[in-house]
């Protein structure tokens, strides 16, 4: 009988790579991963590691049982999404992992939902951004996380055997820029915003790779002068008149005195948002609501590309 924690780590092995990244995933010593190792495989009956210099490669065994562990764990969930429904349904705690603005324009409207359609249960929400939400939710940390379509790193695809995953919306990119700038006449292209200073989320957040590839294919790279992870932070540098940005529409409630916010001419860039949870989890009756109400208040966003200049 093969216990599936230690397939676990044989699992975050094959994607980290190393004995130390395993461990720091699990949080665990190398030493007692190590040892959950050698025990799975005298439960396979064969070895699973071999040396490769200073590291290890898996063995074909080890492939073969990581070719059924995917299944194996998604199994699991849709036992205990089972036993969830008979013990009562959609109750108790379920744990939300998202960015900030998704926490803002989607989970705490879905905890208004929630509290009329299913009063027995609980969010617990953290802030937390990708791909952190990803090994967050596949380790059992987090049972639902929100994310973007990213390139680098890339995000998990539609076949990855880990996680079910749902789209929610396509969040618009709109620039905001101070009242007396150059282009707060109109609407501009994003190739007009060569040249300018920007302000930008921090580098590796996902969506400095929305915007930087946004960017690319207009034809530039964009002059990042500044950098915030608090988009309220961004609008009141562009009111100092210190850079340009360009916002989510997520992100867009009123803009301070000193900024407008124009639409982007032609082929808008957009931060295309999913959510997840582990495969066989969504059968999960909290679980599946918690998406459910997430999903609802995707679909009630208001689309606004405010082209307006705010009231001082």
Known sequence: MVDLR?????????????????????HLTPSAVSQQLAVLEREVGQPLLEPNGRTVRLTPAATAVLAHADALFSEVERMDATLAALAGGAVGAVRVGAFSTAIRGLIVPAVARLRETSPGLELVIRDVESPDVFDAVA??????????????PPTPGRDDDRFARFDLMRDVLDVALPVDHVL?????????????????PPEGWSCDDVI???????????????RSGDWTAIMAMVSAGLGVAVVPRLAQDLPPPGVVIRRLRGEPAARHLFVICRRGAEDHPAIGATIGAIRASADAQPQRARSTTPKP
């Open 184 to 200: 707060a006449g109109g609407d501009a292209r994003l190739i007009d915003l060569a040249g300018h200073p920007w302000i930008a």
């Open 212 to 226: 930087r590839v946004a960017c690319s294919a207009a034809g530039f790279t964009p002059d990042v002068a500044h």
């Open 139 to 152: 380790l059992g940390e987090m049972d639902v996380g929100i994310s973007m379509e990213t390139l680098s």
């Open 6 to 26: 230690r397939l676990r780590a044989l699992r975050e092995l094959a994607d980290r790579g190393t004995i130390a990244a395993t461990a720091d995933a699990l």
